[in-house]
């Protein structure tokens, strides 16, 4: 008689644990030509793994085609809403589209971010409130580990002019440091809402440390996202301009009510990626 009385509490709480556990469980939006490389990489300089996760063009398994190259920061974002802090990007949904409309088509290698350690593997030099600069150290790994490991493991056009970087806030600030810092590598930066607030260094490094003159920078913030972000960038540009850097290879773009997030990025990928791999004049 008391099992019987049970059994609709019990129906009741099974039927409410099932409800909870479908809604906790998000689907993978990343698109069938993602994947997660097969193990983790060694940070060597500063003793930590790291997930890399690898967008190949919808043509690569039908040719025999090597394609251009982008760096991107914060992996977990870019993909897959499964994985993101927040939204993702829809980078693999945006290049798709890109293949199918233009026939533009580019391999993306997205390497995650540190978790709380972000802010500091993101930055070259050193912040009071937020510790100590990882991102020497950072950037040695994308550069002789990760793009060593995918250029001989996948069909990649290496050369400097085929290989760019891209990333937003602090992920902006390091990708403009990596066009300067490693010219051999890079010819090309999307610097999305860049912290250029991290550290006044960036202006003194891009002082001392200037750009190739083919070295494209896209550059694109919203006005919605405060003052200082408009006064830095717009400092930024001038700076650039004021030291010759050709007027062809720099667009500096202000989105009006925009505010910073992957909302905003997303919208802007698709021309920040086709602008930089435009045939541009030698120098």
Not at 92 to 109: G, M, P, R, T
Not at 119 to 125: F, G, K, Q, T, V
């Amino acid at each position: 008689m008391l099992i019987k009385r049970l059994i609709p509490f019990i129906l009741f709480i099974l039927c409410n644990c099932l409800m909870a556990c479908s809604e906790s469980i998000k689907p993978s939006s990343a698109a069938d030509n993602v994947q997660i490389l097969p193990f983790q990489f060694v940070i060597t300089g500063l003793d930590k793994q790291r997930t890399v996760r690898l967008y190949l063009p919808p043509s690569y398994r039908s040719s025999e085609k090597s394609y251009p190259v982008v760096y991107m920061h914060d992996g977990q974002n870019l993909f897959d809403n499964l994985t993101s802090d927040r939204e993702e990007w829809q980078v693999d949904e945006s290049l798709n589209a890109l293949a199918k409309s233009k026939q533009f088509e580019v391999i993306v290698v997205a390497i995650d971010h540190g978790g709380e350690a972000r802010m500091n593997e993101l930055s070259p030099w050193e912040n009071k409130r937020f510790g100590a600069a990882q991102g020497k150290e950072y950037m040695d790994f994308i550069v002789d580990v990760v793009k060593v490991y995918v250029d001989n493991n996948f069909r990649t056009k290496p050369e400097r002019l085929y290989t760019a970087i891209m990333g937003a806030g602090m992920g902006g600030l390091i990708s403009h440091y990596a066009l300067l810092a490693y010219p051999e590598v890079f010819s090309k930066a999307g610097i999305f809402s860049p912290a250029y607030w991290y550290s006044p260094d960036i202006f003194a490094y891009s002082q001392f440390k200037k750009a190739k003159l083919d070295s494209r920078f896209y550059v694109v913030y919203g006005d919605a996202e405060g003052d200082g972000m408009i006064v830095d960038t717009d400092k930024m540009y001038r700076q650039l301009k004021s030291q010759g850097h050709p007027r062809d290879n720099m667009k500096f773009r202000r989105v009006t009510d925009a505010e910073p997030g992957e909302k905003f990025w997303k919208g802007e990928f698709s021309d920040a990626v086709t602008w930089l791999f435009q045939q541009q004049p030698s120098f």
